[in-house]
T-cell receptor
Framework: DAGVTQSPTHLIKTRGQQVTLRCSPK?????VSWYQQALGQGPQFIFQ???????QRGNFPDRFSGHQFPNYSSELNVNALLLGDSALYLCASSKGDTRRTYNEQFFGPGTRLTVL | GEDVEQSLFLSVREGDSSVINCTYT??????LYWYKQEPGAGLQLLTY?????DMKQDQRLTVLLNKKDKHLSLRIADTQTGDSAIYFCAETPLYNFNKFYFGSGTKLNVKP
């Protein structure tokens, strides 16, 4: 079992560009959550996808959008990049609708995004 | 809103016990967690405690929860150099297990 995988590992973009990050969940998992971890900070919840729909969203602008595919993998898209979007983007997967029931989330290694 | 706070740094000698502290504000928190993050790696769940428990022990790890003071601690016995990492406290509220609220992390440095 490969666990949660993310690609790419590192990415450098310039202000105003758009970026797409990818995540494959752990085998058997169908729920994917995305987090932004700025340097020296804890992860901040961006949104969660379950059954190909965005179920929950944190305090992030509409520039942040996502998608979940039928195979449960997910993409995070960020438009009109700002310098402040530089961060480690973490993907976490779990099984089932986690709004009411605890199911452990497994985190991927993250994608380091640098915006110049 | 939910707020989770931790001290930034802790330095101990190998073999000593480490105690990492965390405070949270959400009284509806259900689960509280400790995660470990090593350089270049994602978050690894170390342990978690349900909010109706006072203590949980798992090998070298002991979690203490003071629900009245909204204080959570993680004690690592016989700390090893391999324990050097950033430790995050996190909580999920009663109304939504989807959302994890993390503290800023405590960097543990273990000196040989």
């Amino acid at each position: 079992d490969a666990g949660v995988t993310q690609s790419p590992t590192h990415l450098i973009k310039t202000r105003g560009q758009q970026v797409t990050l990818r995540c494959s969940p752990k085998s058997g998992h169908d729920t994917v959550s995305w987090y932004q971890q700025a340097l020296g900070q804890g992860p901040q919840f961006i949104f969660q996808y379950y059954e190909e729909e965005e179920r929950q969203r944190g305090n992030f602008p509409d520039r942040f959008s996502g998608h979940q595919f039928p195979n449960y993998s997910s993409e995070l898209n960020v438009n009109a990049l700002l310098l402040g979007d530089s961060a480690l983007y973490l993907c976490a997967s779990s099984k089932g609708d986690t709004r009411r029931t605890y199911n452990e989330q497994f985190f991927g290694p993250g994608t380091r995004l640098t915006v110049l | 809103g939910e707020d989770v706070e931790q001290s930034l740094f802790l330095s101990v000698r190998e073999g000593d016990s480490s105690v990492i502290n965390c405070t949270y504000t959400d009284s509806s928190s259900t689960y509280l967690y400790w995660y470990k993050q090593e350089p270049g790696a994602g978050l690894q769940l170390l342990t978690y405690i349900f909010s109706n428990m006072d203590m949980k022990q798992d090998q070298r790890l002991t979690v203490l929860l003071n629900k009245k003071d909204k204080h959570l601690s993680l004690r690592i016995a016989d700390t090893q150099t391999g324990d050097s990492a950033i430790y995050f406290c996190a909580e999920t509220p009663l109304y939504n297990f989807n959302k994890f609220y993390f503290g800023s992390g405590t960097k543990l440095n273990v000196k040989p």
